[in-house]
């Protein structure tokens, strides 16, 4: 039976006109993502939008192309407002406007609090084109920056709007919902589909269209995935020598930044991540070495105090919050002790092993040898090993 292939699209079959399309070639975005196939030929359209997207999904092209290319068909200042719920993500977004727009000629201005006022009233007395901001410091602009004012809005995004549906925004919102015209076109992006969000939907959009897309960063449902909270005293060091260990008839691959990506190892029952990888998109590759094609697999990340943050930044990706792995602390404890000792024990033996050959050939030191055994089959001194 032949195999069913995915049609993929291309950005100008979407209808993107060929200065967008430059910038598209420019940035490296050879083919559309999942979710900007579906939203930018509705968006073209002129429809409102609801979309369920994650970052990481391409969201924001998703929707800064349409609006771009809205912007040279009737160009004017204050032509977009994007609500975002941090300064972080309104600083993506405005660079993102700025990487696909500059070969049009695109104004942007970011409003975000912690900067000063008076640099953004001045970048605002440009009439940029597209204005990026949180709530609360784009009213604050609203009210008290001479001149400026949204009335001529033609789009208004708002995006990640579960969260921007907190107490402190939600005020904000209302309130600048006041002040732009109810002509125009919304798109409302969010991960999920709150009751909130479904009351803000019904309050800003009109008969949109819902567009859905999983994100590329999202795990199968086959992965069974956990985190066990372990203080960082109780972790040693150079796991990556374990990434050959082999459990009885089940695969585990313990994982370090050094197996990451990249590496060509075989698929696994279990991925224990040994440490949390600061780029969460690192955590999908890792995981992704089990569960493939299907199957069931499991994935237990050890947590410690230094790594929450970059933790939470997986949950967030994913979409999911992890289960906590069961275990007892006492019984865990007491082997850490045997552990211990048969790493010591381990360590002297490839020290001695090192020792002899040096003398025999003149050469390695210890350092070298233990590199050598964690996988570096040339001997080169590998600096990522160092951590
Ligand atoms: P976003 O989900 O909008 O935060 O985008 C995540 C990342 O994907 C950003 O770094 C974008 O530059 C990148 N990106 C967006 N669309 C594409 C595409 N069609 N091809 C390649 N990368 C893309």
Not at 196 to 210: S, T
Not at 309 to 320: A, D, P, R, V
Request: net charge positive; glycine share 8%.
């Amino acid at each position: 039976m032949a195999e069913e292939k995915e049609e993929v699209k291309t950005f100008k079959e979407l209808g993107i006109c060929e200065q967008l399309l430059e910038a598209c070639e420019t940035l490296g975005w050879k083919n559309p993502t999942k979710i900007q196939v579906e939203a930018i030929p509705h968006a073209l359209e002129g429809k409102d939008m609801i979309g369920l997207a994650q970052t990481g999904s391409g969201k924001t092209g998703a929707f800064a192309l349409p609006i771009l290319q809205a912007l040279l068909d009737s160009p004017q200042a204050f032509f977009t407002c994007v609500l975002s719920p941090t300064r972080e993500l309104a600083i993506q977004i405005a660079e993102q406007f700025e990487a696909l727009g500059c070969g049009i000629g695109v104004r942007c201005a970011v409003l975000v609090g912690g900067v000063d006022m008076v640099q953004q009233a001045i970048a605002l007395a440009k009439r940029p084109h597209i204005v990026v901001g949180t709530p609360g410091r784009l009213l604050d602009h609203l009210s008290n920056t001479k001149g400026f004012s949204l009335r001529m809005l033609k789009y208004l995004v708002l995006d990640e709007a579960d969260r921007l549906l907190n107490e402190d925004f939600e005020k904000s919102i209302d309130e600048i919902l006041n002040a732009i015209p109810r002509e125009r076109r919304t798109y409302l992006f969010s991960a999920t589909m709150t009751k909130k969000v479904k009351k803000l939907q019904r309050a800003c959009l009109r008969n949109p269209v819902k567009i859905e897309a999983a994100s590329k960063y999202s795990t199968v449902d086959t992965l069974k995935q956990q985190y066990r909270f372990v203080p960082a005293k109780y972790k040693s060091k150079r796991l990556g020598a374990l990434n050959k260990f082999k459990a009885r008839e089940c695969n585990i691959l313990i994982c370090t930044d050094v197996a990451s990506r990249g590496l060509d190892i075989p698929a696994v029952d279990m991925v224990i991540n040994y440490d949390i990888p600061s780029s969460s998109k690192d955590y999908i590759h890792r995981v992704g070495r089990t569960a493939r094609a299907g199957r069931s697999g499991v994935a237990i990340s050890l947590v410690n105090q230094y790594e929450l943050e970059w933790y939470i930044q997986i949950e967030k990706l994913i979409g999911k919050k992890l289960p906590e792995f069961p275990a007892q602390e006492e019984e865990v404890l007491l082997l850490l002790e045997r552990v211990t000792e048969a790493k010591r024990i381990s360590q002297m033996k490839i020290k001695e092993g090192g020792s002899k050959r040096r003398r025999k050939a003149g050469g390695d030191d210890g350092e070298e040898e233990i590199e050598r055994y964690l996988g570096n089959k040339n001997g080169k001194k590998s600096k990522k090993l160092k951590r």
